[in-house]
């Protein structure tokens, strides 16, 4: 199994138990946030090499601290409330004077948790705390699993797959972009498209705004398909009005979840995107297998379109992809 397979199993089950802890949180179903105390622990464990285990199997209802780690002097507090209010309020608790040496951590374990790691917080017991590398939510979580060697995100994948669900599932669907692509690749792509051309110079803006430097030559090279991709979108959209929006849409959504994990790398985050998409075609139902070149060749087309329209990156002000003649 590939590493991209054994990292997007990882962003998707973590993903998932992150929005049903936030569903517990709004519904008071599932019962989920005692189970991802002992989770977190074993899960910390295996990615760090701790000897975690759960305060409140020890001592019950330990205020402000959920995960001990003696050995190395860890205490930890898992929450599905990531505020400043959160973390002061268990930094307050009198209980901290018995662990004065030990590194007090926070894991946010259904929302986003990168505001915080800027911020100061009371520590009025003197813990040992430093909120930017202290701090941990599930996409900090995920860099530190994308840096690691094949064989321990193996047996992360593993844990995982353990945990939270079955291996990756078998039953394929049909998804629009396999259909696009399968079209795509039955046209003429090898002729130049006289007389219509995405605004150039608008597009050298946006590439130069997102520094996309490494990036830059194949955006241009595949641009000039862009006025092919509208045409195709337009007979696309006339066997239903939401086909092209709801193709857009997932490549926006794929970009946006690589956009989390890689920060402001760019490059890497384009680069992912289109693996990504690589491997969503492949396992779809509808995909009428093409050579691998083909098939990537036909992905960096759609992607660089999304990008030139104004589905993925950031746009630069008064960005204007138009053709021009």
């Known amino acids: 199994m590939k590493r991209q397979t054994y990292f997007d199993y990882i962003v998707e089950k973590l993903s998932t138990l992150a929005t049903r802890i936030k569903l517990e949180g709004k519904f008071n179903i599932l019962g989920l946030h005692q189970h991802s105390e002992n989770f977190y622990a074993y899960f910390f464990n295996l ?119 079955s291996d990756i599932d078998p039953m394929k669907v049909e998804t629009n972009l396999a259909r696009i692509i399968n079209i795509l690749a039955k046209e003429d792509l090898a002729k130049e498209e006289h007389i219509i051309q995405p605004n150039v110079f608008e597009i050298e803006r946006k590439i130069e705004f997102n520094k996309l430097d490494h990036t830059k030559s194949m955006i241009e090279d595949y641009s000039i398909h862009h006025i092919t991709i509208d045409k195709l979108y337009s007979e696309f959209d006339k066997e239903g009005v939401n ?74 002000n008064g960005y204007n992809y138009v053709a021009s003649r």
Request: aromatic content about 10%.
């Open 243 to 316: 086909k092209s929006h709801s193709l857009l849409m997932s490549i926006r959504s794929i970009y946006q979840e690589h956009k989390n994990i890689f920060d402001s790398n760019s490059n890497m985050i384009f680069s992912n995107l289109i693996e990504k998409i690589i491997c969503k075609v492949q396992d779809s139902l509808n995909y009428e297998k093409i050579p691998y070149d083909e098939l990537e060749y036909c992905v960096k087309i759609i992607v660089v379109d999304a990008f030139i329209r104004c589905k993925i990156f950031e746009n630069p």
């Open 47 to 165: 990615l760090f090499d701790w000897e975690l285990q759960n305060l409140n199997a020890i001592k019950q209802n330990v205020e402000g601290i959920d995960l001990i780690d003696k050995k190395n002097k860890i205490i930890i507090q898992v929450s599905a409330t990531a505020t400043k209010q959160k973390i002061e309020t268990a930094l307050s608790k009198n209980i901290f004077n018995q662990y004065k040496d030990f590194n007090f951590k926070f894991i946010s374990i259904s929302k986003d948790a990168d505001n915080l790691k800027t911020k100061s917080f009371k520590n009025p017991h003197n813990i040992n705390f430093i909120p930017a590398t202290d701090i941990y939510d599930v996409s900090s979580i995920l860099k530190v699993i994308l840096a690691l060697k094949i064989k321990k995100q193996k047996q992360v994948y593993e844990f995982i797959k353990q945990e939270l669900g």
